[in-house]
Nanobody, 116 residues
Framework: QIQLVESGGGLVQAGGSLRLSCATSPSMSIFNIMGWYRQAPGKQRELVATVSASGRTNYADSVKGRFTISRDNAKNTVYLQMNSLKLEDTGVYYC??????????WGPGTQVTVSS
């Protein structure tokens, strides 16, 4: 059974940092694209960052220069390093795995709250 589980969320002051992790099973190699998405209260879920199997990355304009996505295939884990956090980064962060001929797989999410 395919599972994605996020961790690393929490409460942080503006300007601080957090690192999110997403552990995948049985193996992250089944996904050609891994991504992080977020959903703020009252808003639609939005793309934060993606990383392909080849290591190509893509970021939302709002996080460029502050967030870094990476994947460790040996650990079957994708990370999101978040620096210089802003109040507007608050939300539930979801991990997503994509592969051909299948619907995307999502994790249950982890809450990130940035306080002033």
């Amino acid at each position: 059974q395919i599972q994605l589980v996020e961790s690393g969320g929490g409460l942080v002051q503006a300007g601080g940092s957090l690192r999110l992790s997403c552990a995948t099973s049985p193996s992250m190699s089944i996904f050609n694209i891994m991504g992080w998405y977020r959903q703020a209260p009252g808003k639609q879920r939005e793309l934060v960052a993606t990383v392909s199997a080849s290591g190509r990355t893509n970021y939302a304009d709002s996080v460029k220069g502050r967030f870094t996505i990476s994947r460790d295939n040996a650990k079957n884990t994708v990370y999101l390093q978040m620096n210089s956090l802003k109040l507007e980064d608050t939300g539930v962060y979801y991990c997503r795995g994509e592969r051909p001929f299948d619907s995307p797989h999502w994790g249950p999410g982890t809450q990130v709250t940035v306080s002033s």
